[in-house]
């Protein structure tokens, strides 16, 4: 079955970039239908939707994060990635990818990685 | 922006008991893009609903999502769980689509009393 893996630093300095990557395995990224997201949770709060993308290159970001994010694929290796940009400590949080269905739902997630922006 | 408000915060009930847990939009939402989630401490959330009432693969059927209306849409959505199982006690989300946009709800924790 498909599974989802993130990869970066688990520390970012303030006003850097924070990068993650995640592969897919147990299926291709290209598969029509599916769009691969990322979503983020702070510390003891809720699920945060951060955007999407189709394997075509599409994307869709949530508005309150969209002039700070870049959701960009790599179908050659299976991966897709988030670049979120001038980071603050409100920005750590544990984040996830996953294989978005849409009317479907989101499964499966990752099993998230956690960054901290601090100095 | 669609804004969902999840009720309780917090539930407290005994395994066995039921749990009713409500999911208000504050637009209309079709019912087609509502689901729920679970999500146990230290876990990544799990698919449990999808389109307001039909359940994920491996999901037992004391889970039930309802909120469908003649319409195929509405702003209130409920997620039952008939008979509460010692793993069923998680913290729960709906979540929506609307014109490729997606939010989630606050969540609902559900505790043993």
């Known amino acids: 079955q498909v599974q989802l893996q993130e990869s970066g630093p688990g520390l970012v300095k303030p006003s850097q970039t924070l990068s993650l990557t995640c592969t897919v395995s147990?299926?291709?990224?290209?598969?029509?239908?599916?769009?691969w997201s990322w979503i983020r949770q702070h510390p003891g709060k809720g699920l945060e939707w951060i955007g999407y993308?189709?394997?075509?290159?599409?994307?869709y970001y949530n508005p309150s994060l969209k002039s700070r994010v870049t959701i960009s694929v790599d179908t050659s290796k299976n991966q897709f990635s988030l670049k979120l940009s001038s980071v603050t400590a409100a920005d750590t949080a544990v984040y996830y990818c996953?294989?978005?269905?849409?009317?479907?739902?989101?499964?499966?997630w990752g099993q998230g990685t956690l960054v901290t922006v601090s100095s | 922006e669609i804004v969902l408000t999840q009720s309780p915060g917090t539930l407290s009930l005994s395994p066995g008991e039921r749990a009713t847990l409500s999911c208000r939009a504050s637009?209309?939402?079709?019912?087609?893009?509502l689901a729920w989630y679970q999500q146990k401490p230290g876990q990544s959330p799990r698919l449990l609903i999808y389109?307001?009432?039909?359940?994920?693969?491996?999901i037992p059927d004391r889970f039930i999502g309802s909120g469908y209306s003649g319409s195929g849409s509405g702003t209130d959505f409920t997620l039952i769980i008939s008979r509460l199982e010692p793993e069923d006690f998680a913290v729960y989300y709906c979540?929506?689509?609307?014109?490729?946009?997606?939010?989630f709800g606050g969540g609902t924790k559900v505790e043993i009393k």
């Open positions: 993308i189709y394997y075509s290159g599409s994307t």
């Open positions: 637009q209309s939402v079709r019912s087609n893009s």
């Open positions: 979540q929506q689509y609307a014109g490729s946009l997606l939010t």
């Open positions: 389109g307001a009432s039909n359940r994920a693969s491996g």
């Open positions: 996953a294989r978005d269905l849409h009317a479907l739902g989101i499964e499966p």
């Open positions: 147990g299926g291709s990224i290209s598969s029509g239908g599916y769009y």
